[in-house]
């Protein structure tokens, strides 16, 4: 009777922690082994290996193909779309390609996974293509590749666009990788994986509008805000809704889905996110999306301004305003130093982030930075990884102003800027010492409320 009810015990207390202890249904190794046509000499393997998702939602993953001579690794992002299917990013951004590249035609494998369960119950992926007959990218012509390579070239080009395969979990192990954070951080990857780079809202009310770039195009498209269904499949020929949403706080994620491609191809519908007087599009016109799956969108919300950090990707990053009041002036001399004007440009967003990083060797530079005649920062140290500066600019002219603090071990003092707006970037080369210092003009051009 005791051993009984110590049984129970246990039952009813260790029941909920294995509960808690059950892997994500994503994470882990899937695996395709198979023949092209049958043919046993045209033997192919898949290997989809995915990462831990962020909010179950956003999942980094490394996708390898080989078949006979040909071998490839690509990084990409999958999104939920619902309880059963990932939908596949279309930016495959390869890792290694030998002896060819398959360049666009990796755009092919677009569409969704679906999850199943063969009759002995073990998880499965199959593939569900958005199928088409135009894309809107540049394939690779054959003859683009070497008279030896052209027949392996065109069944890698089969393999991608009409393969039926399934994906067979391997095991739970979650791809582990220093890229996972690139894919899900947009500010410091090089790279487009159909994530937007992330921005604020000083509100959380917001209002998300459909809308179809080209009349009757039976363009079907789907919406979720934090995982949840707002528009489900919607023929925007014949529907265009609008609907109003309250952000939680902190990060949020809408995720736009093409779920066709329409009657002429590619998907090109929009969506248009307001929140206040932020105003963003997600739009599958894009040349970056055109013939995308999804275009993901991270909105911060923080109902206490304080408590708001300058980038929640980069707790560590600094937030500052142009024009704060009763902000000291900057009076140090070494802003009477000769001014290198690097460039001159016009945003359109009130706040950008600034990401500094040292390319070369980490050798102790170390910088200081106004803008607007304020210091944004001072002593600050040039690190091989990038660190984050959020500025809030004044309407109209800007004037962002790097000046050495020191030479560093190896003069002069050298650092890579990025300049990051939404969409936008670009990246500059500094090089400053204790008589010049470099200059970026821009010009923030205010709409009004």
Not at 115 to 127: A, T
Not at 239 to 252: A, K, S, V
Not at 306 to 316: D, H, I, L, M, R
């Amino acid at each position: 009777m005791l051993k009984k009810l110590l049984i129970i015990i246990g039952n009813v207390f260790f029941s909920p922690l294995l509960l808690l202890a059950q892997p994500d249904k994503y994470t882990g190794t899937w695996q395709a082994m198979g023949m092209l046509n049958g043919d046993s000499s045209s033997a192919y393997t898949i290997t989809l290996q995915i990462a831990d998702g962020e909010k179950k939602q956003l999942y980094p993953a490394l996708l390898t193909i080989t078949f006979k001579e040909f071998s490839a690794a690509y990084e990409l992002l999958l999104v939920r779309k619902n309880n059963g299917e990932l939908a596949l990013g279309r930016n495959k951004i390869p890792v290694e390609e030998k002896p060819f590249s398959a360049g666009s035609w990796t755009v092919y494998l677009n569409g969704t996974l679906a999850l199943n369960k063969n009759p002995d119950g073990q998880p499965y992926f199959s593939i569900n293509r958005i199928a088409a007959k135009k894309y809107g990218v540049t394939m690779p012509g054959i003859m683009t590749f070497s008279e030896g390579q052209r027949s392996t070239a065109l069944q890698v080009r089969e393999l991608l666009k009409d393969e039926n395969f399934t994906l067979q979990k391997i095991n739970n192990e979650a791809w582990k990788s220093p890229s996972v954070d690139k894919i899900l951080n947009p500010s410091i990857s090089s790279f487009y994986y159909g994530l937007i780079d992330t921005f604020h809202v000083n509100t959380d009310f917001g209002n998300l509008s459909l809308a179809d770039n080209k009349k009757s195009d039976e363009d079907s498209v789907s919406v979720t805000v934090n995982g949840k269904a707002l528009f489900d499949y919607v023929d925007l020929s014949h529907f265009r809704p609008d609907d109003d949403i309250r952000l939680d706080t902190g990060m949020n994620l809408i995720v736009f889905f093409a779920d066709n491609f329409g009657k002429t191809p590619p998907n090109t519908g929009r969506l248009s996110l307001t929140f206040g007087d932020v105003r963003r599009s997600l739009d599958f016109t894009d040349k970056a999306d055109i013939s995308a799956t999804f275009i993901v969108a991270k909105i911060y919300y923080y109902p206490d301004e304080t408590q708001k950090p300058a980038n929640p990707e980069f707790p560590g990053s600094i937030r500052i305003t142009a024009s704060p009041s009763g902000q000291k002036q900057i009076t140090d001399r070494a802003l009477q130093r000769n001014t290198r004007l690097l460039d001159s440009l016009k945003i359109t967003s009130a706040e950008i982030t600034l990401a500094l990083w040292d390319d070369a060797v980490e050798d102790g530079d170390t910088i200081s930075l106004s803008l607007n005649e304020q210091w944004v920062v001072q002593g600050f140290p040039v690190k091989k990884k990038p660190q984050f500066l959020t500025v809030t600019l004044q309407p109209g002219n800007n004037d962002i102003i790097f000046v050495a603090d020191n030479l560093g071990l190896i003069p002069p003092n050298t650092s890579i800027l990025e300049i990051i707006d939404g969409k936008y970037r670009k990246a500059y080369d500094i090089s400053t010492n204790y008589g010049l210092n470099n200059m970026i003009k821009i010009q923030y051009d205010y709409k009004g409320p």
